[in-house]
Nanobody
Framework: QVQLVESGGGLVQAGGSLRLSCAAS????????MGWFRQAPGKEREFVAA????????YHADSVKDRFTISRERAKNTVYLQMNSLKPEDTAAYHC??????????????????WGQGTQVTVSS
């Protein structure tokens, strides 16, 4: 089993920045990749960004490209999401997730076996 704990959410004004963290523990040796997803009230879960745990290859959704950056610190088993130029439409609960698939990356929530509890990000206009 892998446990994921997110932190770093909060309330920020439009144009501001936040950095989310996700610490993994447990059987982390089986992790091939991690990702961030978000879900706003009444909306479906949306892919945000993914990273290959070994190579560091990253992929970002078009909606956040050039504003958000996913990264990882392997020694700390931690993945980050740096969010800049935040917009009110970025308001959502942000969840990190981990998978054990031998792929470069995946954007499909169903392919992630482990999920954190989520951290709320609220962007005021």
């Amino acid at each position: 089993q892998v446990q994921l704990v997110e932190s770093g959410g909060g309330l920020v004004q439009a144009g501001g920045s936040l950095r989310l963290s996700c610490a993994a523990s447990g059987r982390t040796f089986g992790i091939y990749g991690m990702g961030w997803f978000r879900q706003a009230p009444g909306k479906e879960r949306e892919f945000v960004a993914a990273i290959n745990w070994n190579s560091g290859y990253t992929y970002h959704a078009d909606s956040v490209k050039d504003r958000f950056t996913i990264s990882r610190e392997r020694a700390k088993n931690t993945v980050y999401l740096q969010m800049n130029s935040l917009k009110p439409e970025d308001t959502a609960a942000y969840h990190c997730a981990a998978h054990s698939l031998a792929v470069l990356f995946t954007t499909r929530p169903s392919e992630y076996a482990y999920w954190g509890q989520g951290t709320q990000v609220t962007v005021s206009s």
